[in-house]
Nanobody
Framework: QVQFVESGGGLVQPGGSLRLSCAAS????????MGWYRQAPGKQRELVAV???????NYADAVKGRFTISKDNAKNTMYLQMNSLKPEDTGVYYC?????????WGQGTQVTVSS
């Protein structure tokens, strides 16, 4: 059974940093294309960063140059390093495969960027 558990969110001032973690259980994490998604208040969930099984990364324009996605296959864990955070980065962050699988959504982790 595949399960993703997100952690690492919190309250941070504009310009600050956070590192999110996604602990994965189940099969094929090593080879899967994985993504970080976020849902801002009143908005639809959006994909912000992707990493393929081979380690190729891609980012939404809104986070490019500020966020870095990575994963540790030995630990079955994916990360999102977020720097130079802005108020518009506020939202609940989730991890899932890309394309997302509806039954794999976890609880997410709340990120709030505010002074």
């Amino acid at each position: 059974q595949v399960q993703f558990v997100e952690s690492g969110g919190g309250l941070v001032q504009p310009g600050g940093s956070l590192r999110l973690s996604c602990a994965a259980s189940g099969s094929a994490f090593r080879f899967a294309t994985m993504g970080w998604y976020r849902q801002a208040p009143g908005k639809q969930r959006e994909l912000v960063a992707v990493i393929t099984g081979g380690g190729t990364t891609n980012y939404a324009d809104a986070v490019k140059g500020r966020f870095t996605i990575s994963k540790d296959n030995a630990k079955n864990t994916m990360y999102l390093q977020m720097n130079s955070l802005k108020p518009e980065d506020t939202g609940v962050y989730y991890c899932n495969r890309d394309p997302a699988v509806s039954g794999y959504w976890g609880q997410g982790t709340q990120v709030t960027v505010s002074s």
